[in-house]
């Protein structure tokens, strides 16, 4: 069973960076894709990012052009680089993986494993 561990979240004013790291306890079969989702309080957990089966990178729109998914050089594991952020992003932000179609990618239910989540706060 996969674990998954998140990291990075913290408090930062507006217009500034984070970095979330995602580690994972093994390396994952290459037709799952991993992905970034984030819930913020009485909202219902949002699709973030996903590189679907190793191959392409999707955003939600609200994130494209300011956040970057991508592998890291440290084996199993996946860095969510997020700039320019706003208040609206504060957030709890959660690494999942799972083997949904591309249709799918979007959707929480069809992600096997999850992280505990890193809270992320954007002040303004």
């Known amino acids: 069973q996969v674990q998954l561990v998140e990291s990075g979240g913290g408090l930062v004013q507006a217009g500034a960076s984070l970095r979330l790291s995602c580690a994972a306890s093994?390396?994952?079969?290459?037709?799952?894709?991993v992905a970034w989702f984030r819930q913020a309080p009485g909202k219902e957990r949002e699709f973030v990012s996903g590189?679907?089966?190793?191959?392409?990178?999707y955003y939600a729109d609200d994130v494209k052009g300011r956040f970057t998914m991508s592998r890291g050089n440290v084996k199993n594991t996946v860095y969510l680089q997020m700039d320019t952020l706003k208040p609206e992003d504060t957030s709890d932000y959660y690494c999942?993986?799972?083997?949904?179609?591309?249709?799918?990618?979007?959707?929480?239910?069809?992600?096997?494993?999850w992280g505990l989540g890193t809270h992320v706060t954007v002040s303004t």
């Open positions: 590189i679907f089966r190793t191959t392409h990178t």
């Open positions: 999942a993986t799972g083997r949904p179609d591309l249709s799918g990618i979007r959707n929480p239910d069809l992600y096997n494993y």
């Open positions: 093994e390396q994952t079969p290459s037709d799952y894709t």
